[in-house]
Structure formats: structure tokens, C-alpha cells
């Protein structure tokens, strides 16, 4: 059974950094585009960042570019996202997700292949 499972979330006040962390079990974690979103309660989940299969192409979502930064290992089948210049608006569950391909991640309802089960991240003001 394939698990995603984020760690790094936490409290931090604004202007502050976290590093979020996915690790998988994917076998073939090489072959998979990886991406992050974010969701609160009562609303949508939102695209926030993916990589393509080779990481040598990122997306981001307007409200986060220029602070945030996904990256991939592939030794270690895990993925990140390093959080920079946090503001309240932030504050949200931060979701791992995986897809054969990247552009399926950036679809409007994103196609995603496997979810993690999410990371807190709270910003305070």
C-alpha cells in the first residue's frame, strides 16, 4: 500500500519559515510528478506548488510564489516544501500529493493518484 506522509507542520509567527516534508513509499517515485495543497476547513483544497517527474521544471500558485520552494529527492522518495516569509493567510492542513503526471496535478479538479493525510500549519499574527 502506497503512504505519502507530510511532517513539519506546526505553529510559527508571521515572517517566519517551516519546511514541510512528504515521505513515500512509491517504488517508483521517479516516475511520479509531486505537488502540495492546502485546504481549510469549509473550503476547497488549493493547488500550492508541484514538480515535474525530473525536477528540473516547479509550479506555484500566485499567492505563494517568490516565499515558497518544492523540491524532490530521489533517494529518499520524499518531497518538501520550504516555507519562507509565512503570513496568517498561510495558516491551513498542507496535503502531499502524487501524479503520473504533473499537469494532471495542476488540473481544475486536480487528478491526483495518491494523497497524504495532511500536515497543520498554523501562522500567527
Known amino acids: 500500500q502506497v503512504q505519502l506522509v507530510e511532517s513539519g507542520g506546526g505553529l510559527v509567527q508571521a515572517g517566519g519559515s517551516l519546511r514541510l516534508s512528504c515521505a513515500t513509499s512509491?517504488?517508483?517515485?521517479?516516475?511520479?510528478?509531486m505537488g502540495w495543497f492546502r485546504q481549510n476547513p469549509g473550503k476547497e483544497r488549493d493547488f500550492v506548488a508541484a514538480?515535474?517527474?525530473?525536477?528540473?521544471?516547479?509550479y506555484y500558485a500566485d499567492s505563494v510564489k517568490g516565499r515558497f520552494t518544492i523540491s524532490r529527492d530521489a533517494a529518499k522518495t520524499t518531497v518538501y516544501l520550504q516555507m519562507n516569509s509565512l503570513q496568517p493567510d498561510d495558516t491551513a492542513d498542507y496535503y502531499c500529493?502524487?501524479?503520473?503526471?504533473?499537469?494532471?496535478?495542476?488540473?481544475?479538479?486536480?487528478?491526483?493518484?495518491?494523497w497524504g493525510q495532511g500536515t497543520q500549519v498554523t501562522v500567527s499574527s
Open positions: 500529493a502524487a501524479a503520473l503526471s504533473t499537469s494532471r496535478l495542476r488540473d481544475d479538479p486536480p487528478q491526483v493518484d495518491y
Open positions: 512509491l517504488r517508483t517515485f521517479s516516475t511520479y510528478g
Open positions: 514538480i515535474t517527474v525530473s525536477g528540473s521544471r516547479t
